[in-house]
């Protein structure tokens, strides 16, 4: 099954305590992105990455790191998380051949820093 | 600079009626628009999506979207509502070619369909 998968879906932490949340799709997709989502903002983009170690900064990256060392895997970095970091975040990926393609997301990661 | 705007924050609808969730955008060249739907504790999904061609388009359960230019407006609807519609919808929209082709999305709106 076609699929982007998130770990941790739920993740409660303490600030300034360094976690990453993993990113991984099985579609062979060049183009991964992280986005967060907050009531009444939308989503907005926190880094995306056009194929592996190409990654760029989207509008809100400040906090966050990411990698791409491999096709699959996207995963975002938080080094030292703060309470305004507290999120639901998505990964998703999508195709770049032949474009426009609709993008596929992860089921979300729920951030709480305390 | 491209920006996607939905004016209302929650549309309210019984079922079986028609539904209507609206989009306008802004973007210099021409867009490729999307709507997808975000189910409680769910991820988004793909719903439909302009490129070019017929201005009406129809996607997944029933929904379609009908691209004006003249009004930079893609506005999502449904002929007859279901409670299950219930959700968050989002627009999104982005530009053609470029090395980015990052999607921009509007701040959802909530549709809740009663009984």
């Known amino acids: 099954e076609a699929q982007v998968t998130q770990n941790p879906r739920y993740l409660i932490t303490v600030t300034g305590k360094k976690l990453t949340v993993t990113c991984s799709q099985n579609?062979?997709?060049?183009?991964m992105s992280w986005y967060r989502q907050d009531p009444g903002l939308g989503l907005r983009q926190i880094y995306y990455?056009?194929?592996?170690?190409?990654?760029d900064k989207g509008d809100v990256p400040e906090g966050y790191k990411v990698s791409r060392k491999e096709k699959r895997n996207f995963p975002l970095i938080l080094e030292s998380p703060s309470p305004n970091q507290t999120s639901l975040y998505f990964c998703?990926?999508?195709?770049?051949?032949?474009?426009?393609?609709?993008?596929?997301f992860g089921p979300g990661t729920r951030l709480t820093v305390t | 600079a491209q920006s996607v705007a939905q004016p209302e924050d929650q549309v309210n609808v019984a079922e079986g009626n028609p539904l209507t969730v609206k989009c306008t955008y802004s973007?210099?060249?021409?867009?490729?628009l999307f709507w997808y739907v975000q189910y409680p504790n769910r991820g988004l999904q793909f719903l439909l999506k302009?490129?070019?061609?017929?201005?009406l388009v129809k996607g997944s359960y029933g929904f379609e979207a009908e691209f004006n230019k003249s009004q930079t407006s893609f506005h999502l609807k449904k002929p007859s509502a279901l409670v299950s519609d219930s959700a968050l919808y989002f627009c999104?929209?982005?530009?053609?070619?470029?090395?980015?082709?990052?999607?921009?999305f509007g701040k959802g709106t909530k549709l809740s369909v009663k009984p």
């Open positions: 999104a929209v982005r530009t053609p070619g470029g090395s980015q082709g990052n999607l921009i």
């Open positions: 998703a990926s999508r195709t770049i051949a032949g474009e426009p393609y609709e993008q596929y």
């Open positions: 579609m062979n997709h060049e183009y």
């Open positions: 973007v210099s060249g021409n867009p490729y």
């Open positions: 990455s056009m194929n592996v170690e190409v990654t």
């Open positions: 302009y490129i070019t061609g017929d201005n």
